[in-house]
């Protein structure tokens, strides 16, 4: 049975290239019918903390995946402990100044990497290895070797910075007697610039993303397509459907570049096509406190997020460009009031008198209307459309203006429209 392990150390929130590692160990494990282990690297007890922790299994769980097994480092020390005895004892490391040293018997080393082929190491840049600190704290490669053999992982699974790591663990699992697993070094995740991604670039983990509204399936959807495709040109992709075609020779070896753009149109496209209850749901989460005034009915507040989910490529957008469907008090801005240079009273008050007659307010109607009134006054669409956009909206672009008409109903249009003319008649007096 396929045996695979990520391995998070909790000094920190769980990272994007992290959050990918544990994606393929996962998709590999799930493949081939095998057991996905999740090992928490907590020996560094200075520097883990309860709430990474918390949120490393918090994000994990969210991005929609489940483990098998779970351990933590710092439960086994007694364990790393009497490897190190053994070692000393058989003349395979030593005692020095209070730390416990590995002897490695270098010898060429070849591995067929699953993913880079054979990989041969033909020496190494230190003869001995620290595998117990000083202040009695196993080593990293030290643990990583004796956690692999003893949980029977057989798959190492893991980013290519950890290369230089291999041939450094495969002499201790011989030296300690242990089966040496097959390994796959996976590609690095690169910024736009091509280096190794950083939060000089912007927010670089799960928790960051899922605070700027992103979705966990559009999240994990684009962590696949980060080194591997599912082929056939197809980019939206569930986990489920993932699971039963991922294989693991297919990965990519070169690094792939993080593209906002991209995770911003594939996570549109999720929530183009959540069923509205989800929509709606989902959307409050990423509101301000306080933010719906008390009138607001969950039937309003569903029709307002209709007109935007088309438009909406992040949750976090949705609290300030549905505002004006809630709240009158919003002001022309520099943008806007370039449309309003040109003072056109004597036609909005027309389309105000022609809109007030409308007894079905609904959008055919609406935009009927609103052509009738065009042809009456002999100007184009755009004079009335653009300048009514800004009444009602205070912005420039937006949803579809005549189902914007309908779900704000005929009071507040009427209303905001007769706002508009104020305006122009304070501007020329």
Same mark, same amino acid.
């Given at each position: 049975? #396929?045996?695979?392990?990520?391995?998070? *150390?909790?000094?920190?929130?769980?990272?994007?290239?992290?959050?990918?590692?544990?994606?393929?160990?996962?998709?590999?494990?799930?493949?081939?019918?095998?057991?996905? #282990?999740?090992?928490?690297?907590?020996?560094?007890?200075? %520097?883990?903390?309860?709430?990474?922790?918390?949120?490393?299994?918090?994000?994990?769980?969210?991005?929609?995946?489940?483990?098998?097994?779970?351990?933590?480092? *710092?439960? %086994?020390?007694?364990?790393?402990?009497?490897?190190?005895?053994?070692?000393?004892?058989?003349?395979?490391?030593?005692?020095?100044?209070?730390?416990?040293?590995?002897?490695?018997?270098?010898?060429?080393?070849?591995?067929?990497?699953?993913?880079?082929?054979?990989?041969?190491?033909?020496?190494?840049?230190?003869?001995?290895?620290?595998?117990?600190?000083?202040?009695?704290?196993?080593?990293?490669?030290?643990?990583?070797?004796?956690?692999?053999?003893?949980? %029977?992982?057989?798959?190492?699974?893991?980013?290519?910075?950890?290369?230089?790591?291999?041939?450094?663990?495969?002499?201790?699992?011989?030296?300690?007697?242990?089966?040496?697993?097959?390994?796959? =070094?996976?590609?690095?995740?690169?910024?736009?610039?091509?280096?190794?991604? *950083?939060?000089?670039?912007?927010?670089?983990?799960?928790?960051? =993303? %899922?605070?700027?509204?992103?979705?966990?399936?559009?999240?994990?959807?684009?962590?696949?397509?980060?080194?591997?495709?599912?082929?056939?040109? /197809?980019?939206?992709?569930?986990?489920?459907?993932?699971?039963?075609?991922?294989?693991? /020779?297919?990965?990519?070896?070169?690094?792939?570049?993080?593209?906002?753009?991209?995770?911003?149109?594939?996570?549109? *496209?999720?929530?183009?096509?959540?069923?509205?209850?989800?929509?709606?749901?989902?959307?409050?989460?990423?509101?301000?406190?306080?933010?719906?005034?008390?009138?607001?009915?969950?039937?309003?507040?569903?029709?307002?997020?209709?007109?935007?989910?088309?438009?909406?490529?992040?949750?976090?957008?949705?609290?300030?460009?549905?505002?004006?469907?809630?709240?009158?008090?919003?002001?022309?801005?520099?943008?806007?009031?370039?449309?309003?240079?040109?003072?056109?009273?004597?036609?909005?008050?027309?389309?105000?008198?022609?809109?007030?007659?409308?007894?079905?307010?609904?959008?055919?109607?609406?935009?009927?209307?609103?052509?009738?009134?065009?042809?009456?006054?002999?100007?184009?669409?755009?004079?009335?459309? =653009?300048?009514?956009?800004?009444?009602?909206?205070?912005?420039?672009?937006?949803?579809?203006?005549?189902?914007?008409?309908?779900?704000?109903?005929?009071?507040?249009?009427?209303?905001?429209?007769? /706002?508009?003319?104020?305006?122009?008649?304070?501007?020329?007096?």
């Amino acid at each position: 049975m #396929i045996r695979v392990r990520f391995a998070p *150390s909790p000094t920190g929130y769980l990272h994007i290239g992290g959050a990918r590692t544990c994606l393929f160990n996962w998709l590999y494990a799930r493949n081939t019918g095998g057991k996905f #282990i999740l090992r928490i690297e907590d020996t560094d007890l200075e %520097r883990s903390k309860k709430e990474y922790l918390d949120e490393i299994l918090e994000s994990i769980k969210w991005l929609g995946m489940e483990w098998d097994e779970i351990y933590y480092q *710092s439960q %086994r020390f007694d364990l790393y402990h009497k490897y190190a005895e053994k070692l000393i004892e058989e003349g395979k490391a030593y005692r020095k100044e209070g730390a416990v040293f590995f002897k490695y018997d270098f010898e060429t080393i070849e591995i067929d990497d699953l993913i880079r082929g054979k990989i041969v190491f033909k020496e190494l840049p230190k003869q001995e290895e620290v595998i117990i600190k000083s202040d009695n704290s196993p080593a990293y490669n030290f643990c990583c070797v004796i956690d692999d053999a003893l949980m %029977r992982v057989n798959r190492v699974l893991r980013g290519e910075d950890h290369i230089s790591n291999t041939p450094k663990q495969i002499l201790m699992y011989k030296g300690l007697g242990f089966e040496v697993p097959q390994f796959a =070094h996976l590609p690095l995740i690169l910024s736009p610039q091509g280096g190794r991604l *950083s939060k000089r670039f912007g927010a670089t983990s799960i928790r960051e =993303h %899922r605070q700027m509204g992103y979705l966990s399936e559009a999240i994990i959807n684009y962590l696949m397509l980060l080194g591997w495709s599912p082929g056939e040109d /197809k980019e939206i992709i569930s986990l489920n459907e993932a699971k039963n075609i991922f294989n693991i /020779k297919d990965v990519n070896k070169t690094g792939a570049a993080f593209s906002m753009d991209k995770l911003n149109w594939i996570n549109g *496209s999720y929530i183009r096509s959540m069923n509205m209850e989800d929509l709606s749901k989902i959307s409050k989460d990423y509101l301000p406190d306080n933010y719906l005034p008390s009138w607001v009915s969950q039937d309003y507040y569903n029709k307002v997020i209709s007109i935007f989910q088309e438009r909406t490529v992040r949750l976090t957008d949705l609290a300030e460009s549905m505002k004006f469907c809630f709240y009158d008090d919003f002001k022309y801005n520099e943008e806007t009031q370039k449309i309003l240079d040109n003072d056109l009273s004597d036609k909005i008050n027309c389309l105000i008198e022609e809109l007030n007659n409308v007894n079905n307010f609904i959008k055919e109607e609406i935009e009927e209307k609103f052509r009738k009134t065009a042809e009456t006054l002999e100007v184009k669409m755009r004079v009335l459309v =653009h300048p009514t956009r800004v009444a009602l909206t205070g912005n420039k672009n937006g949803p579809g203006l005549f189902e914007t008409i309908e779900i704000l109903g005929k009071e507040k249009v009427l209303s905001r429209l007769r /706002k508009l003319v104020e305006y122009w008649g304070g501007i020329n007096e």
